[in-house]
């Protein structure tokens, strides 16, 4: 491949023929194999130097409509900002059993339903997701944070400056969304969660407004604002 490469470079004429197309979409299959994230259109530029970007592109549609295929186990798909080869999910309950048959991997239905109202009241505090909610959800934030399914977006101007949580790149790989756009309405998304989840009572939470609070005053803002925050600095 190197020789090819060099023979493209010292061949400017034939730059657009570094590889041929089936080539072509042998090495991307494996640089998406191969990558441990979804590998984003910048990284396949940079990797595939001198093959034009509608061969590469061409080349992962073409993948993908192999993958689609009835009878396969791998699918690949666009998540994240980028591709990635994963295990179709109604295989999940077989691959759990494999890597760790006695550690359960499915969150809770209380951490579900949590999950779903950060997913579309972001970025939101934790009283608001109690108020929302109408129970406690602070254990179940620390088993999303640990799971990295959420994280920490900032502190809300308001009394007491609480923390505000969003999703995380690994949300979206979780549930194979390309971007936040992709959130379907929250009766689809609770169907996805599973049949325990209360749709009725999250459609509630995600439509009801958010709880009033009281905003910083000027001089209390300036205050916060000259007073270091211990959590940046750990």
């Known amino acids: 491949m190197e020789d090819k490469k060099l023979e493209a470079s010292e061949n400017p004429e034939t730059e657009t023929a570094v590889l041929p197309p089936q080539e072509v979409r042998a090495v991307v299959e494996a640089l998406i194999f191969a990558s441990t994230q979804p590998i984003t259109p910048r990284e396949i530029t940079q990797v595939m130097q001198g093959v034009p970007k509608e061969a590469w592109t061409q080349a992962i549609a073409e993948i993908q409509a192999d993958y689609a295929r009835d009878g396969r186990g791998l699918q690949l798909v666009e998540v994240a900002g980028g591709w990635q080869i ?3 999910p109604e295989y999940n309950d077989w691959i759990r059993e494999l890597l760790d048959p006695k550690m359960p991997t499915r969150l809770s239905i209380q951490a579900l339903e949590t999950l779903a109202v950060i997913a579309y009241k972001q970025p939101v505090t934790l ?12 254990g179940v934030i620390k088993t999303l944070l640990e799971k990295r399914l959420i994280r920490i977006v900032g502190r809300k101007e308001v009394v007491g400056r609480p923390i505000l949580y969003g999703t995380t790149k690994q949300f979206l790989l979780h549930f194979g969304m390309k971007d936040l756009g992709e959130l379907p309405k929250i009766e689809e998304f609770a169907e996805y969660l599973g049949e325990e989840v209360d749709i009725a009572g999250l459609k509630r939470a995600i ?5 009033v609070e009281v905003p910083l005053s000027d001089e209390a803002m300036a205050e916060m604002d000259a007073t270091p925050d211990p959590e940046a600095e750990s």
């Open 207 to 211: 439509d009801a407004p958010r709880p």
């Open 127 to 138: 009283p608001e997701i109690i108020e929302l909610r109408g129970v406690k959800s602070g």
């Open 86 to 88: 994963t295990t179709r």
